[in-house]
């Protein structure tokens, strides 16, 4: 996902950045995961990252051109950094339902590890438009889903998923693993341990495959 106001200064890729430049923005950013989980996206000003940083807001605007870009590169940022948590833990994996299990567990991992930036980003999606004014959340990207649509066709090719619509199948494993996300952002102290026991083997046995 990437921000229609991103700019070269803003590009986290940047081979020219700085040790320090790189700090500062890294303390921006978790200062922003701070401050989007305490007041809100729309509530969270540069004012109120930069006091929560220790960095005065007429500073910020040299590593981030505006709130919205140092939000969204928040939003990039935990996002990749789950995709790449699934996969790494499906990589070298064989079979739809070692993969399916790695990639679930993987998940639920990732967001009980790194439940304040998965948190903080979820809000900026859903209360972030781009310039059309179309909601951040209901834009649509194929690649976010790749993986995933691309184990659970292998497994219904293969026999062992229940078939049904790959759109259908895969929003609702998303929407059970997803239940995570929904659980730290109402207690961000909550307990996740019983959801991670239960929720593979209810997929696994919703699509056909058991759970041994």
Same mark, same amino acid.
């Given at each position: 996902m990437r921000s229609? &106001?991103?700019t070269p200064q803003d590009d986290p890729t940047s081979s020219s950045r700085s040790f320090i430049e790189t700090a500062r +923005?890294?303390?921006l950013i978790d200062a922003a995961v701070a401050t989007v989980n305490e007041v809100g996206y729309h509530r969270a000003s540069l004012a109120e990252i930069g006091? +929560?940083?220790g960095i005065v807001k007429s500073a910020i605007g040299y590593y981030f051109s505006s709130k919205e870009a140092l939000l969204l590169e928040l939003v990039q940022e935990a996002f990749t950094a789950l995709g790449e948590s699934v996969l790494g833990a499906v990589s070298g994996r064989e079979g739809a339902t070692a993969r399916l299990? @790695?990639? @679930?567990e993987a998940?639920?991992?990732h967001v009980d590890a790194h439940r304040h930036a998965i948190a903080a980003a979820v809000e900026v999606v859903v209360s972030h438009r781009t310039a059309d004014g179309t909601p951040l959340y209901l834009v649509e990207d194929e690649?976010? &889903?790749a993986l995933l649509r691309s184990i659970l066709t292998a497994g219904m090719d293969e026999g062992v998923f229940r078939?049904?619509?790959v759109a259908v199948v895969t929003g609702l494993v998303e929407a059970v693993l997803d239940r995570a996300i929904t659980v730290v952002q109402r207690d961000p102290r909550a307990d996740l341990g019983d959801l991670r026991s239960h929720a593979v083997p209810f997929l696994l046995r919703s699509l056909g495959a058991g759970d041994e």
């Open positions: 229609e &106001t991103s +923005r890294r303390q006091r +929560r940083a299990r @790695a990639y @679930a998940y639920l991992a690649e976010d &889903t078939r049904m619509p």
